[in-house]
């Protein structure tokens, strides 16, 4: 209830697990303790077109820590959200041949933007502008000159309550990795921006090897042990550029930004080889035999969208899986 809740918030604590407490409620907790506390700085964009506004946001908000980057033509702000990918957006009210509201209503039509904080940056301080920008979709107003703390508390506090809601929403609850809806969104910017400048990148999709008799012969929960494992092993293995996730079941996707075939081919079965060597033992103390199979497509090569390029890299795996089991195979050409 409220009042024990309260007495540990006055106590310093940081989480409430009533008893009794079960293993699964302790890793999640602790899984997001994780998560809130990475240090990774907050990514803030302005769509300002005066050059000396931006240069005083750059210099209050990098030295708070920020990451900042700005745009000064309307018409270029998708395109900077699409590959500076902001964790809150700076908005001008007065801007060539569109006002802040509009733009503003822009993003608000798309789901991608649906939930970015937005901070309106004006030197109109009237009510009725306010109340138009909250219309228009935003998260705060503050008027020019902006105190500098105040700035930097609001962007700070609202990137921080907006990462641990996207992390909450774009995670797969049991493994912690983003989830199917989070991952597409995140390949297809990505994939926009390799066709665009004609990059290599691949696609790996990766599949526990009889998922079905491990479930059968040690129950749910070693089952759900498993998947686990396998996704604390990949999220330590790879590069942070790397972008791996759940894709369903006992499926997880791998994209390898700026990596052919058959480097691709020499990663994923070095970590297949590394995971295949580990350790098994279940918290119960079971050693239970785990590997995976997986196949890669890549781009140019494999396709020339992301759809073709996940239905090669499936069509590789079940070659993998028909041709044996713990394998890694490449995609034919054309994804045939």
């Not at 030197?123 to 700035?151: R, V």
């Not at 297809?188 to 059968?216: C, G, P, Q, V, W």
């Not at 686990?228 to 972008?243: G, H, T």
Request: proline share 4%; hydrophobic share 40%; charged share 25%.
């Amino acid at each position: 209830g409220v009042p024990e809740r309260a007495e540990g918030i006055r106590a310093g604590s940081d989480a409430f697990l009533p008893k009794p407490v079960n293993s699964d409620a302790i890793q999640e907790t602790l899984q997001n303790f994780k998560s809130a506390n990475q240090e990774v700085p907050a990514r803030i964009l302005a769509m300002e077109d005066d050059d000396m506004q931006n240069a005083l946001l750059k210099n209050i908000l990098e030295g708070a820590g920020f990451i900042f980057d700005s745009c000064t033509e309307p018409e270029e702000l998708l395109d900077m959200l699409d590959s500076f990918n902001p964790d809150l957006l700076i908005m001008d009210l007065k801007l060539p041949r569109y006002n802040g509201f509009e733009l503003a209503r822009v993003l608000r039509q798309n789901n991608c933007y649906l939930t970015m904080p937005i901070l309106f940056l004006t030197s109109s301080s009237q009510e009725a502008s306010y109340i138009e920008s909250l219309k228009a979709g935003s998260d705060d107003f503050l008027a020019k000159p902006a105190n500098p703390q105040i700035l930097i508390d609001s962007i700070r506090y609202r990137t921080k309550r907006y990462l641990q809601i996207r992390a909450l929403t774009d995670q797969d609850g049991l493994t912690h990795m983003l989830n199917r809806a989070s991952l597409m969104r995140q390949f297809e910017s990505i994939f926009s921006r390799t066709a665009r400048y004609r990059e290599a990148l691949s696609i790996t999709m990766i599949d526990i090897d009889h998922f079905k008799t491990i479930n059968d012969t040690y129950g749910h929960q070693a089952g759900d042990w498993v998947l686990r494992s396998l996704s604390n092993f990949l999220q330590e293995a790879l590069r942070k550029s790397d972008i791996i996730g759940r894709y369903g079941g006992e499926e997880f996707i791998l994209l390898l930004p700026q990596i052919g075939a058959e480097d691709s081919l020499r990663v994923v079965d070095r970590i297949r080889q590394d995971f295949e060597r580990g350790e098994k033992a279940s918290p119960t103390g079971e050693i239970i035999p785990v590997t995976f199979s997986a196949g890669i497509a890549t781009y140019p090569g494999h396709g020339s969208s992301l759809d073709e390029i996940i239905f090669a890299a499936n069509g590789a795996l079940y070659e993998s899986k028909r041709t044996g089991r713990n394998k890694v195979s490449l995609a034919k050409n054309g994804g045939e």
